[in-house]
């Protein structure tokens, strides 16, 4: 089973994301967390060219190295998890790709986005996705607080306010567009009542 928490930075999703991983790993014989981009050797060196401020990357280049580092994590790390039945929590998944360089840099439309995901990802495909909704205000006041005064943010959290509310508008719309697999979470409620949510929608589609 593969489960990814999606949202915009700052929303919660990697809280919500380790604190599964710690209620599921005691019960379950194979389990692993990754989060994007990084989680193999290759990924981690892509993720730090992506996150450097000092770099000016093109949106279509930016496209295909988060595509590459997913590639490299999907054959390396995801596939032989999963194809032994084991469960993989995603932090970040292609879904990131669809709603930051589709919807937030506009490389290219959804559709054709989604379609070139499979074959990055050689159709690994998530379960259950869950969107941590939260508005792009409260984001940036709990980045803001996790930065502290002496942090620069990094390259992608650079992008200014219009461009987290694209993404998160996309994300919403590729929600509303799959019902079945994404379950949208408020994200704006407390890390308990987040975590309660998550964990009671579960319940659904744990053996
Ligand atoms: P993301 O992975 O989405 O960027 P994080 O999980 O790292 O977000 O959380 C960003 C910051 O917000 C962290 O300092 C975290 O402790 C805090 N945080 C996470 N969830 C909540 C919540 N439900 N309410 C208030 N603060 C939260
Ligand atoms: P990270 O520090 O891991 O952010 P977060 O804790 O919010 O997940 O940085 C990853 C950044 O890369 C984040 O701004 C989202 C962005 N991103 C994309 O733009 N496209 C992608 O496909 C992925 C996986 C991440």
Redesign the pocket.
Known sequence: MIISFE???????????KKLMARLSPTTDEILYVREPGGTDVSERVRSLLLDPALHIFPFAEMLLFSAARSQLVEEKIKPVHSRGGIVIC?RFFDSTVAYQGGGRGVAESGWLEAFQRTVTAGVWPDRTYL?DVSVTV?TD??T??LGDNASPDRMEQAGASFFERVRQTYLDLAARDKGRYCVID?????D??EAAIWSDLQTLLP
């Open positions: 949202g915009i930075d700052g929303s919660g999703k990697s809280t919500q994301a932090d941590v984001a709990r980045l607080a996790r994200g704006s409620k407390s890390e009542e987040v």
